[in-house]
């Protein structure tokens, strides 16, 4: 008993708190960490490496394979496409690049496909010239579309802003042509 009375007197003199306040704190100060730390790290890995731990130690003879190394892909010159060919690069095929166009001018944005791929929050500019979305800061499917007649000053000034970020940001690899065929049955037409 005389070292659980020295214990509790040394708590309290320097902690100011009773042991049952002190070892409470502590207990949530444990669960605090844990659940911050889980916030950051899949359970998931945390059984694997037990897991691997476990085998490790049963088979220490066989090193775990290294990681495959991450080389992100080099930009692709598109060159001058129309609009149609455009949408071929929409994300929804993963081998082709993730592509999008501001002012006629292409830009891949692969490296950001968490935003512009299937299911990102800009996923529907993707594979398209979104000049006037960006410009009006829309998401109407009918302001997808190259089209910057009618714009106000300001809203010219924002596109441009957009231009500034795409080009520091991202690779220029083509530009957006006029369609041949819608062209030719135009003139035709006059």
């Known amino acids: 008993m005389g070292l659980h009375a020295a214990a509790t007197e040394a708590i309290a003199a320097y902690t100011g708190l009773s042991p049952a306040a002190l070892f409470t704190i502590l207990a949530l100060m444990v669960v605090v960490y844990k659940a911050v730390c889980g916030m950051f790290v899949d359970p998931a890995d945390d059984l694997d490496k037990k897991a691997a731990g476990a085998s490790a130690a049963t088979d220490a003879a066989t090193p775990p394979p290294p990681p495959p190394p991450i080389v992100p892909a080099e930009p692709v010159q598109l060159g001058d496409v129309t609009e149609e060919q455009l949408r071929a690069y929409n994300g929804s095929d993963p081998s082709k690049p993730l ?22 929050p800009y996923a529907l500019f993707a594979g398209r010239d979104a000049s006037r979305a960006l410009a009006l800061m829309s998401f109407d499917p009918k302001d997808l579309t190259g089209n910057i007649e009618g714009l106000s000053e300001s809203e010219l000034e924002v596109l441009q802003d957009w231009e500034y970020k795409f080009m520091e940001k991202y690779v220029k690899v083509g530009e957006i042509v006029p369609d041949i065929a819608r062209t030719a049955v135009k003139d035709k037409s006059l």
């Open 99 to 120: 592509l999008m166009a501001i002012k006629g001018q292409i830009y891949d944005v692969s490296r950001s496909r968490m935003f512009y791929g299937p299911g990102g």
